[in-house]
């Protein structure tokens, strides 16, 4: 089975940062697209940024300058590097990688559990 094992959430002051990691493991055999989505309280689930496996990336305009998305796939973990967070960018903050199971044919897509990220003073 697969496993995406989120942290780094927390509680920042206005202009803080944070930086989120997502560490995928068991019977991996390749990762293909990662990406960062974000749930804010009683709005709809949003794509933050994504990474392809050739490590071209893209950014939702209200992050653009101040988030930026990485990955090492050796660790097969992605990051997101949160810099002068404002209090829109509350929410649960959630991985989702697309990638072949060992023993399965097909893409597959898995989520994180989430983490919560606070922006408040």
């Known amino acids: 089975q697969v496993q995406l094992v989120e942290s780094g959430g927390g509680l920042v002051q206005p202009g803080g940062s944070l930086r989120l990691s997502c560490a995928a493991s068991?019977?991996?055999?390749?990762?293909?697209?990662m990406r960062w989505y974000r749930q804010a309280p009683g709005k709809q689930r949003e794509l933050v940024a994504a990474?392809?496996?050739?490590?071209?990336?893209n950014y939702a305009d209200f992050v653009k300058g101040r988030f930026t998305i990485s990955r090492d796939n050796a660790k097969i973990t992605v990051y997101l590097q949160m810099n002068s967070l404002e209090p829109e960018d509350t929410g649960v903050y959630y991985c989702?990688?697309?990638?072949?199971?060992?023993?399965?044919?097909?893409?597959?897509?898995?989520w994180g559990q989430g983490t919560q990220v606070t922006v408040s003073s």
């Open positions: 989702n990688i697309d990638l072949r199971e060992i023993g399965v044919v097909g893409l597959q897509e898995f």
């Open positions: 068991g019977s991996i055999a390749s990762i293909y697209s």
């Open positions: 990474i392809n496996s050739g490590a071209g990336t």
